[in-house]
């Protein structure tokens, strides 16, 4: 196995903590406090694409995902913090008032380029030719996918998994819960776990494709991270449940049932979920995993995205 190297840009380990809710105790991994401005996941897939970034020199990363993605705004800060520019090319329309995800892109410095849905389809076409202008330009480009979720990006789940193996029984749980976007967050810790030999099934509670595609986005960036890294172990896809239904009010929205749950968390557990990813992921692990329970052996994953509060502050007050 050929591990590839990473920077320190994450405060880890996370914490993982019991909490009790709807008369259900369960527990929940803390990637929320990856860091304040880094929170969320995506900055632990960006250990190792920033490391890559740094070793090819670059002037620039591009990257790219919907206005108020969470892998985006983390680009542009863990750019800032390293001296390299970003420019994120993102699915929306710019509006006059920069909130949530979008406030923090400009308060750090990111370059910024809107498309409509239909354009945002040619994404990657895009990014490559503006890196061929940039190249022109004798500006290095480094690019890479939404959420990070390419075969490098991964190993930050992967790692993920020994980080909890190091601070629960092996046997306290058997199942990790996720919100699932851009897949990599699940196929990490697919792999993760198959190295660590620890027969662990991942729910993926899908906000943005259907399960077909979710599947096979979590099981070919897997793939490629195996063979890319000689990472000799055969992935068992049953340990693998992509969740669907729990995002038909689609990406940028979220429904008020929703938030009546993640105003309850927020009122009772002191925990403060997202719109567009955790507040989603907990709706489904409180109606999977919790109701009617006294405990349950599936772990709630908190992978961050807070920022995007601010942006639905409307939806959350008004409920
Ligand atoms: C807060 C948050 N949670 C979960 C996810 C999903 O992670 P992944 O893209 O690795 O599936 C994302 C990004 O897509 C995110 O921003």
Known sequence: MKEPKKLNLANLPTPTQKLN????????????????????????????????AKRLK???VFTCGGDQSNHCRATAIAAAQLGIKSRLFLWGKEKK???????????????????????????????????????????????FPSGGSSALGIWGYINFIPELLNQ???????????AAGSGGTAAGMLIGSAINNWNLKIFAVDVFNNKAEMEEMIITVAEEC???????????????????GYSTEGYKNIEPKKLKLIKKLAEENGVLLDPAYTGKAFYAFNENFLAGKKNTKTLFLHTGGLFGV??????????
């Open 226 to 244: 195996l063979k890319k890294y000689k990472i000799n172990k055969k992935l068992n896809y049953k340990n693998l449940e992509v969740m669907d």
């Open 168 to 178: 629960i029984n092996k046997r306290s749980i058997n199942s990790i819960l996720s």
């Open 21 to 52: 809710f709807n008369g259900c105790s369960f527990l929940i991994k803390r990637d929320d406090y990856t860091g304040t401005e880094l929170t969320g996941n995506k900055i632990r897939k960006l250990e190792y694409l920033m490391h890559e």
């Open 310 to 319: 601010f942006a639905k502050r409307k939806k959350y007050l008004g409920i």
């Open 97 to 143: 008032l920069k909130d949530g995800n979008l406030f923090l892109n400009k308060m750090f410095g990111a370059e910024t380029e809107y498309f409509n849905k239909q354009e945002y389809k040619n994404v990657l076409q895009i990014m490559a030719d503006r890196e061929k202008q940039f190249t022109k330009k004798n500006k290095r480009v480094y690019t």
């Open 58 to 60: 670059a002037d620039y």
